[in-house]
């Protein structure tokens, strides 16, 4: 069974820029969460797409946001970035939402905004 | 969520067992205890989830207090591919799939 999938795994913008990146969950999972990490902040929650609606969402501003497709796959979107901006984001996949269910990370998009 | 509060950084020599510590006094009846790790350069991994009893896996065991406001991470024989962060989340029955990380153990095994 293949892993989450993640692209692109590393992107270079510039100040001011939006960049779209994304995440293709484990076949038949429907809950997909993004998180980002910082050296300085560690892991923070971004927010939680379950069947195609936003359930979810962490303290970040309105310049970050996603939507998840019918076939369960994810972009999130960051607008109008910002130096503070560049970090590993990734993406988590779930087969249901209870709290004795794993969670599956891909390895992530290493963003740097220059 | 309730908190955890775990060491900052563990130090296990290679093939000796190690004893991962996390505290959750606030935890509440129905709150699951999940471990994930990460590795450098890759996303977190499921380690391994309770809520009273103790679990076994093969990557390791996890050993929940009776009153379950602390739990033990046990890797029977640590290897070098083991150095990695080490989270202790609690899970609560909300609905939600947001996992709150806090700043984790490091663990560094010494061959």
């Known amino acids: 069974k293949a892993g989450v999938t993640q692209t692109p795994r590393y992107l270079i913008k510039t100040r001011g820029q939006q960049v779209t990146l994304s995440c293709s969950p484990i076949?038949?999972?429907?809950?997909v969460s993004w998180y980002q990490q910082t050296p300085g902040q560690g892991l923070q929650f971004l927010f939680e797409?379950?069947?195609?609606?936003?359930?979810n969402k962490g303290n970040f501003p309105g310049r970050f946001s996603g939507r998840q497709f019918s076939n369960s796959r994810s972009e999130m979107n960051v607008s109008t970035l910002e130096l503070g901006d560049s970090a590993l984001y990734l993406c988590?996949?779930?087969?249901?939402?209870?709290?004795?269910?794993?969670?599956?990370f891909g390895q992530g998009t290493r963003l740097t905004v220059v | 969520d309730a908190k955890t509060t775990q060491p900052n950084s563990m130090e296990s020599n290679e093939e000796e067992p190690v004893h991962l510590p996390c505290n959750h006094s606030?935890?509440?009846?129905?709150?699951?205890i999940h471990w994930y790790r990460q590795l450098p350069s890759q996303g977190p991994e499921y380690v391994i989830h309770?809520?009273?009893s103790n679990v076994n896996n093969r990557m390791a065991s996890l050993a929940i207090a009776e009153d379950r406001k602390s739990s033990t991470l046990i890797l029977h024989r640590a290897t070098l591919r083991d150095a990695a962060v080490y989270y202790c989340?609690?899970?609560?029955?909300?609905?939600?799939?947001?996992?709150?990380f806090g700043t984790g153990t490091r663990l560094t095994v010494i061959p």
């Open positions: 797409y379950f069947s195609e609606t936003q359930r």
């Open positions: 309770g809520l009273t």
């Open positions: 988590a996949s779930s087969s249901w939402t209870e709290p004795n269910t794993e969670a599956f």
């Open positions: 076949s038949g999972h429907r809950s």
């Open positions: 989340i609690l899970r609560a029955r909300t609905g939600a799939n947001n996992l709150f």
């Open positions: 606030t935890i509440s009846g129905t709150d699951y």
